[in-house]
């Protein structure tokens, strides 16, 4: 028996062994196969068959005289009549449901919190901690931000090595605690903040993000795409409604203390739902990934370092915008109301772009998508400069917003297209969010120290534009070099 798969049955484009793997995992047979001569696939095979051959169809293969390419398929094991219910992911029910709200209340508090910095960013500078400079507090925002992916590098490990419970618990833990923490912070006492919201607040957030995402993995296969999809929506959503609910709180009779102790209680309450509503189903890997030896062999690899390089330039330039937005609009002279709800309209676009991410991949692919909404962003920051208007924050809100929610749905694809064996898959994410953290970590307080206390507005913005083209170029000249690679 032969089986014939034609180039035009997938929908996506990428390397053609991601998705023969994502094809054939949903196949009742089992067969090990190589494509291109070094990319191994291994996939169940039914009871007891004899063994067949499958044939790949299509001019991206190297043809022999039939135009067909044959791979040896061989027996796995004698007794495969009841595949392991262990690999059969339920793609459903009632506790997979469960999981996926869990995961995405998770992100809500996680992600979506640490993005909302710019109300703090404007409310620290103008109220609180007026005695420090914008770089100083920027210091606190870029550090959450950065731990965030930083410390989802040791996340990851722990997760592989069966710890989800743990790190689930301890880091909503440490996320609740920490923000009741800096309710009892003192004005003017930086250190406090510092240490509450720059560090406790992002480790939580780190040991937090990595696991709710993979999670999803124990529940579906045919479904991830579209259950992670909805995940990760959670992240935009708090980065929707925390700006709303810590502007009207701080702008309002409560003060610091009790409009952070409210917005603790809320962490806490749906961090608390989360937990209880997450569960696995798979057992930890025997033999994970090591993480040293892939990173060793990322070395040579010109493609990934290129995009490890402009994903680091990127990231320095790419939280600018988020964090100082709101206090750019309200020194230009635009009414304090309307300027509280620049980052909601900046992170509501962001939301889209996520979501319509998908669709337009579908069309450009992984790389140009990448490259287009990377370009994308450096201009519209440069575009900062030029801010002195209402109608100039609606427009930028809602462009730049759309084109980063893009540029970030498309990071894990991206890495996964990078790969070429996707057992490395993970270990590959954590080392390109380690470096991309660094980046993120001190873009904002040289955006900071380059502003002034005198608001020399289109000196920050003019760096921040110019570093993210530049890992722009990084990420264009990783594409050619890619491409080429696959072609020769």
């Known amino acids: 028996m032969a089986i014939v798969i034609r180039p035009s049955f997938f929908p996506y484009h990428g390397p053609k062994e991601f998705l023969f793997a994502n094809f054939m995992l949903m196949s009742p047979y089992c067969i090990i196969a190589r494509l291109d001569g070094h990319s191994r696939v291994v996939i169940r095979m039914a009871a007891d068959c004899e063994p067949q051959s499958i044939q790949i169809e299509g001019a991206a293969l190297q043809e022999d005289k039939e135009g067909l390419e044959t791979f040896e398929v061989c027996r796995v094991s004698k007794n495969c009549d009841h595949p392991s219910s262990t690999h059969e992911l339920p793609e459903g029910g009632l506790a997979a449901w469960a999981t996926a709200f869990g995961a995405f209340l998770v992100q809500f508090c996680s992600f979506g919190y640490i993005t909302s910095f710019g109300v703090y960013q404007d409310f620290y500078t103008q109220h609180y901690l007026t005695n420090e400079t914008s770089s100083a507090i920027s210091w606190i925002g870029s550090t959450s931000a950065s731990l965030l992916m930083i410390v989802g590098l040791v996340a990851g490990f722990l997760y592989d090595q069966g710890y989800f419970y743990h790190l689930m618990i301890a880091g909503s833990f440490l996320q609740s605690f920490s923000l009741f923490m800096l309710s009892l912070s003192k004005p003017d006492h930086y250190y406090q903040i510092f240490l509450c919201q720059g560090l406790g607040l992002g480790i939580a957030s780190g040991l937090l993000y990595v696991p709710s995402m993979a999670v999803i993995s124990h529940h579906f296969q045919r479904r991830r795409t579209l259950v992670m999809t909805f995940v990760a929506a959670g992240s935009s959503l708090g980065a929707i409604i925390h700006p709303i609910m810590l502007n009207n709180l701080l702008d309002g009779p409560l003060g610091f203390a009790s409009s952070i102790r409210v917005s603790a209680g809320l962490i806490s309450s749906l961090l608390l739902i989360a937990c209880l509503c997450m569960r696995t189903r798979l057992d930890s890997p025997a033999t994970p990934v090591n993480y040293i030896v892939v990173a060793r062999k990322c070395i040579y690899d010109v493609p990934f370092m290129l995009l490890i390089v402009g994903g680091f330039l990127l990231r320095v330039g790419f939280y600018y915008p988020l964090?100082?937005?709101?206090?750019?609009?309200?020194?230009?002279?635009?009414?304090?109301?309307?300027?509280?709800?620049?980052?909601?309209?900046?992170?509501?676009?962001?939301?889209?772009?996520?979501?319509?991410?998908?669709?337009?991949?579908?069309?450009?692919?992984?790389?140009?998508?990448?490259?287009?909404?990377?370009?994308?962003?450096?201009?519209?920051?440069?575009?900062?400069?030029?801010?002195?208007?209402?109608?100039?924050?609606?427009v930028l809100g809602v462009l730049y917003g759309y084109v980063s929610g893009l540029n970030v749905a498309m990071a894990a694809p991206l890495v996964a297209t990078l790969t070429p064996d996707l057992?490395?898959?993970?270990?590959?994410?954590?080392?390109?969010?380690?470096?991309?953290?660094?980046?993120?970590?001190?873009?904002?307080?040289?955006?900071?120290?380059?502003?002034?206390?005198?608001?020399?507005?289109?000196?920050?913005?003019?760096?921040?534009?110019?570093?993210?083209?530049?890992?722009?170029?990084?990420?264009?000249?990783?594409?050619?070099?890619?491409?080429?690679?696959?072609?020769?």
């Open 423 to 488: 057992s490395e898959l993970g270990a590959r994410m954590g080392i390109c969010l380690f470096i991309s953290g660094l980046g993120g970590l001190i873009g904002t307080p040289i955006c900071g120290a380059l502003l002034t206390s005198n608001y020399t507005w289109w000196i920050p913005g003019l760096f921040s534009g110019i570093v993210s083209l530049a890992g722009s170029i990084m990420f264009l000249i990783m594409r050619y070099l890619f491409l080429r690679r696959r072609v020769s």
């Open 323 to 394: 964090f100082f937005f709101q206090l750019d609009s309200i020194k230009h002279g635009i009414s304090v109301e309307f300027s509280f709800y620049s980052l909601v309209i900046l992170n509501g676009s962001n939301c889209i772009g996520r979501f319509t991410s998908g669709f337009i991949e579908a069309f450009t692919g992984v790389l140009n998508l990448t490259i287009i909404s990377s370009f994308s962003c450096g201009i519209l920051i440069l575009g900062m400069i030029g801010l002195s208007s209402l109608a100039g924050v609606v």
